[in-house]
């Protein structure tokens, strides 16, 4: 009776907890030699897949254009509570107090987990952040966004291999947004939103420019 909570118990801490750490090159001012350096450095990953090459630089700031954040929807909090009984369920016939206190624990490890995972999406007027990914804006290119059909066929059949990934099952949007950079490899970001038009009309119409930063 009790292997298909199990399972699904399982399967809930496999997509929440498993960060797969990747290779990722970062751009930091060398304060000894006042010059720039590249570095190789590991950080943990939303998603298997390619983590983009930039990360965030000290110092950098700017007004928050949009602010998101993924939280589960409804139904993940009742399968979630749902699973945390489990343990009442199993413990009940030894010692019903020991199965009340394993389930509020349960519970409480679950709630945790699911918070600590929610990724954060940020505008500023100079970067960008999903999650634990973060890019300066002069890199960004057009970005798109999908629901639907759309949005299923971004995550699938039309998904570039080393595209950075951000997803989250629960969040039916996706914004597709494209990577300038040169020395990058990843060709762009993909990652989830409940208002993916609002966030790429966002990131379209007030994306810093290159040729603003020169000329000023």
């Known amino acids: 009776?009790?292997?298909?909570?199990?399972?699904?118990?399982?399967s809930i801490f496999g997509i929440i907890l498993t960060h797969k750490p990747r290779r990722t090159r970062s751009r930091a001012a060398d304060a000894a030699h006042h010059t720039d350096r590249k570095t190789l450095?590991?950080?943990?990953?939303?998603?298997?897949?390619?983590?983009?090459?930039h990360t965030k630089s000290a110092g950098q700031a700017g007004e928050v254009l949009y602010e998101e954040r993924l939280y589960?929807?409804?139904?993940?909090?009742?399968?979630?509570?749902?699973?945390?009984?489990?343990?009442?369920?199993?413990?009940?016939?030894?010692?019903m107090l020991i199965?009340?206190?394993?389930?509020?624990?349960?519970?409480?490890?679950?709630?945790?987990?699911l918070h600590t995972s929610t990724p954060t999406i940020r505008v500023t007027s100079t970067e960008l952040r999903v999650g634990r990914a973060t890019i300066e804006r002069h890199y960004l290119g057009r970005a798109q966004g999908f629901v639907g059909e759309k949005a299923t066929a971004q995550r699938g059949t039309r998904l570039h291999g080393?595209?950075?990934?951000?997803?989250?099952?629960?969040?039916?949007?996706?914004?597709?947004?494209?990577?300038l950079d040169e020395e990058d490899k990843t060709p762009y970001w993909l990652f989830s939103s409940r208002r993916p038009q609002v966030l790429s009309q966002t990131l379209n119409d007030t994306r810093f420019r290159p040729e603003q930063n020169r000329s000023s």
Request: charged share 10%.
């Open 99 to 113: 199965g009340v206190l394993a389930s509020v624990m349960t519970l409480i490890v679950l709630i945790f987990a």
């Open 162 to 179: 080393l595209a950075y990934l951000c997803i989250r099952g629960w969040v039916d949007g996706v914004v597709r947004l494209e990577v």
């Open 1 to 10: 009776m009790t292997g298909y909570p199990a399972a699904a118990l399982l």
């Open 72 to 95: 589960p929807n409804a139904w993940i909090w009742i399968i979630t509570i749902g699973l945390s009984l489990v343990p009442a369920v199993i413990f009940a016939p030894i010692d």
């Open 41 to 53: 450095m590991y950080q943990p990953h939303e998603i298997p897949g390619l983590t983009p090459q």
